[in-house]
């Protein structure tokens, strides 16, 4: 049987990949159409995340020319990942299967096919995964693959070398649309939502054209926000941390006792020193992980939307949507 598939794409300043992008989006859900994956009325729906170039205008001549298209205009830049959940929850109701991958063809979009008949499988969610990943640099590769270390070993059930190339059945969507956070970590989420999953494995391409709009600042912060979304060990390890220097601490003042009963008490000025510098350092990391779980609250607590929509335009026409956060 066929479903009815909405591919979602966030871009933010892609007006050098889009019209590629777009040819062979056409060549591909044709394809799809005629292999009986997907229905006729499948759609793509491309989220302009508040871009500087001409992609919104580009989006909106797509629409123009081919009702395949389908455009969400963000009121403003809100990154990545509040793109994507937009075009999500845009989607939601609206399919019977959703894929998100990015703008930029490093998502082997001949991967649709496999994840479409995982669904029919039965899979509720398809992750994409890298193959390789030749085609990143030696340092993307690298702090990557760490992160993900880091996130297991902090015991985030975590997909190894999967961005968010992913199939979402609507189920998944609906049960996506209930985590309320405003800390949006969505390659995190989707694994809590449950449901039966599976992988795919493709082969990642290099970028088609223009440059990462990730870069090491955006790719850090949001490896923080991955770890500290879903794990409190960070703040576990503080506790850890201070029971072990409290034992040792112990010690320091069994030295020092034996040293002044034993009348040296001048010296020792060296680990005076060295010890008030760790302890100070130490003292000020910890307050930074502390903030930084604040922070989170401080954001949760607000419950600002997590993204705005100015324009959605689909079948119906152009519409003005505000609700479309929940
Ligand atoms: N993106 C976005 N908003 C942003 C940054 C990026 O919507 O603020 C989109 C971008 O257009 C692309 C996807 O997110 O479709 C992934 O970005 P990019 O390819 O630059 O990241 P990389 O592959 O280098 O990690
Ligand atoms: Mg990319």
Request: glycine share 6%; with cysteine; aromatic share 10%.
């Amino acid at each position: 049987m066929a479903h009815k598939l909405m591919v979602v794409i966030p871009c933010y300043n892609e007006e050098e990949v889009l019209p590629e992008t777009s040819r062979r989006l056409v060549d591909k859900m044709a394809s799809l159409v005629k292999k009986g994956l997907i229905t006729e009325d499948s759609r793509v729906l491309l989220v302009n995340d508040g871009s500087r170039d001409r992609t919104w205008e580009m989006i909106c001549d797509l629409h123009k020319q081919n009702p395949l298209f389908e455009g969400v205009k963000l009121s403003r830049n809100r990154g990545h990942q509040n793109a994507l959940l937009a075009g999500l929850m845009t989607a939601r109701n609206r399919c019977d299967i959703s894929i998100s991958m990015d703008a930029d063809l490093q998502d082997d979009m001949d991967a649709m096919d496999r994840f479409i008949e995982k669904y029919n499988e039965g899979c509720e969610i398809v992750y994409g995964v890298r193959n390789k990943r030749e085609t990143d640099t030696f340092f993307k590769r690298e702090t990557a693959l760490m992160f993900y270390r880091l996130m297991k070993a902090l015991g985030v059930d975590i997909t190894f070398n999967h961005a968010d190339y992913r199939l979402m059945s609507n189920r998944a969507l609906n049960a996506l649309a209930q985590f309320d956070e405003v800390n949006l970590f969505l390659r995190g989420l989707a694994p809590l939502a449950g449901f039966q999953s599976d992988v795919v494995y493709y082969d990642r391409a290099e970028r088609f054209a223009g440059e990462s709009k990730y870069p090491f600042k955006k790719m850090l912060a949001f490896a923080i926000d991955g770890i500290t979304s879903f794990s409190v060990k960070p703040l576990r390890l503080i506790t850890t941390v201070g029971m072990v220097i409290f034992v040792l601490s112990l010690f320091m003042l069994l030295y020092a006792l034996i040293s002044w009963v034993s009348g040296h008490t001048v010296s020792g000025w060296t680990s005076t020193l060295a010890s008030i510098w760790m302890i100070g350092g130490i003292q000020l990391l910890s307050l930074g992980v502390i903030g930084e779980y604040v922070g989170k609250i401080y954001n949760e607590a607000k419950r600002r939307p997590r993204f705005i929509i100015d324009r959605y335009l689909s079948e119906s026409g152009d519409d003005p949507v505000v609700d479309h956060q929940k």
